[in-house]
């Protein structure tokens, strides 16, 4: 079974046609690319999958369930995780409490929360991710504090805190110096190898056409190819979607 | 938690010697300045931590004071009906959370405004109940069989252990992970509800026990005037409190108490200017919020963040909230 | 040597920690249109948000007819000749078609001279004509990017800057958009313009800058750049 599904999925802003009819599933343990020019409808597909936005038609099923249009917290909850296009953070709180917040509510009740029963566990394990990312110093800072780059690694650690079965990351790379690019994609890769899930848009060739051995591609909220990153490299449509006609 | 500690263990202590050295009036508005601490401890929970505007405040407080008023008419213990006031407050607080699910700023500020104009309306107009615009005279003040906190002395210690009591139980709520909620909501809440805050229970819990709040401060303020009318508990009463709040630095543990202090306090030193007493406390409100505008908290953060720097060199880290 | 109608030397902005343009240079002659092409990323926006004072440079200098316009607010590029037309739809959705062209000669007085100037407009979209009367909030996309183009038309400006006129339409509207911009440059305006459909906006541009993350990478005539083999890999990472 695949462990996402999405079905015929469209989504309209008034008359735009954001999305029209997608589909693709994600494999446990795969590492799909999702690219496209801007515009084509990646991030609204994320955000639909998310729950961030209520898609207008189709279905998105999650290992078998139908999550179509639930809430993003409860999408959440059920294993999916995200990083943001443009780094969303808790800007006034600490780089720690930012990654405790993304582990919280993935388990127990309202009340339970109230007595901070896991915290010591879910404290070593985002110290362990910190460390893991390279910014453990950095824990008592303010998110506000960080450089971009380390923002965009808290990001990419509040995705990993609940441990997800799937994580979809827009755009990991976006300004990114090409030190810490090879930095992420070495993280991105050893977590995949450890049985993560990835859905990755992002708009650097050579580091999605390394990074993933599926590559979806879509255009004007259509999806117009998929295959591996030569096949995708040398079909005439992909070009045409990219530099026009 | 050092720091987040200690000035409250020196607040009570100063709580608890003050009386001794203080004449009737003086220790009066020390226990209005406590009645306020709860209250606004309630709003900043609200809109200081959880980041929604609220202009009902005093209607929340408003079921305490006449919870404990009207029920004090026919002999029931104060406690009780303190506690009838604050689950009054604590439902229509989760009843006005649901607007805050659908609107959110300003338009929030219109909804919680007309909660507030209605409830004054249903006290004047509701007679038999409330007495109407008279309000409600000799409120009495709790009793232990035959041990009484009428004194004046003797209520303010009531009003103190009650203010402890809510300080540590807010201190318990917003150091836990409702807290963090809270404020993850407040600093960006599509980022939060993303990593599975739902908004909907913690918005309604940061009305509800807000409201709560102003419902236990509702209650001591009855039997601490004596009497109570619908006139305290109009909208000017609510921002009031978002002064205190604002004032003492939203979102930030210490600044309701510091917040209560000055707004109740400083009218009473200014009043020797006769006249020109409100011009000038409206004058120095201006310029507090001009020149700290994260609130008189952020004197504090400054004059700890001076003497760390005196004792070591490297202060980068943030100050915990 | 002539001095070129707009002059983008080492231009560096970015937002907040991200820095996005790290030193792009351009020229645009007088009369010519230009195009800045390149793969997502590249910055092209970037670029018109700082020449229009929208973003501070935080390096570099543009000149416009030799006078130094850096770091400008938009009000006195506007009054010195350089207009900007935004990606998306920005037309004052509840005024009629009409209202909305009035207000981008907002700064001038009402004179027979503007009453012919907004009917040749109306000549080269006809389409407007037809619906000056309709609440620009109603028109098809196409017809709404019609309408910021011919506003901005109405300033006199001596450069446009068109920011991805294409974006979300259909492809037989964006014909319609790149038939307009051809008919202006015949009529002799100079246009900057940023571009998706990079094969299309090549066909009518004199000159083609190909920017990559914040850098020039190439430049040429438009009809050199758009057979550039490695111009085209470079939007497929190859």
Known sequence: MALLEIRNLTKRFFRLSALSGVSLSVEPGELLGVIGPNGSGKTTLFNCVTGVLAPSGGHVLFRGEDITGRSPDIVYQRGVARTFQLIQLFPEMTVLENMLVAAQERTGTLLSRLLRREETRETARARELLEFLGIARLEDNLASNLSYGQQKLLDFGMALMPDPQLILLDEPMAGVNPTMIKNLMGHILALNGRGYTFVVIEHNMEVVMSLCRRIVVLSQGERIAEGTPAEIADNPLVLDAYFGR | MARGLWPLVAALALGLLLPLVLDQYKLYVLSLTLVYVILAIGLNLTLGYAGQISLCHAAFMAFGSYAVAILGQHGVPFEAGLVLGVVLAFGWGLVLGFPALQVKHHYLAMVTLGFNIIVFLVLRNWESLTGGSFGISSVARPAWGPFSFKSDRAFYYYILAWAAIVVASAYWILHSRWGRAFRAIRENEMRAEVVGVSLRNYKLMAFAIGAAYAGTGGALFAPLLGYIDPGAFTLDRSIQFLMMVVLGGLGRFEGPLIGALVVTVLPEVLRGSEGLYLIIYALSVILMMLFMPKGLVGLWDLAWRFSKSATSPSASSASPR | ?238
């Open chain 3, 1 to 238: 040597m002539t001095v070129a109608l707009l002059e983008v030397r080492d231009l560096h902005a970015g937002y907040g920690k991200l820095e996005i343009l790290k030193g792009v240079s351009l020229d645009v002659q007088s009369g010519q249109v230009v195009s800045i092409i390149g793969p997502n990323g590249a910055g092209k926006s970037t670029v018109f948000k700082t020449l229009f004072g929208l973003l501070p440079a935080r390096q570099g200098r543009v000149t416009l007819d030799g006078e130094d316009v850096t770091n400008q607010p938009p009000a006195n590029l506007l009054r010195r000749g350089m207009a900007y037309v935004p990606q998306g739809r920005n037309v004052f959705p509840l005024m009629t078609v009409e209202e909305n062209l009035r207000l981008g000669a907002y700064t001038r007085p009402r004179s027979a001279e503007l009453e012919d100037e907004i009917e040749r407009l109306y000549e080269t979209f006809p389409v407007l004509r037809e619906s000056r009367r309709r609440r620009a909030g109603d028109l098809s996309g196409g017809q709404q990017q019609m309408l910021e183009m011919a506003r901005a038309l109405l300033l006199k400006p001596r450069l446009i800057l068109l920011d991805e006129p294409t974006l979300g339409l259909a492809p037989l509207v964006f014909k319609e958009i790149f038939r307009i911009v051809e008919n202006l440059r015949r009529l002799g305006q100079t246009i900057l313009m940023v571009e998706q459909n990079a094969a299309k906006a090549l066909e009518i541009s004199d000159y083609a800058y190909v920017l990559e993350l914040g850098l020039n990478r190439y430049e040429g005539a438009g009809d050199v750049i758009r057979n550039d083999e490695r111009v085209r890999r470079l939007y497929l990472g190859r």
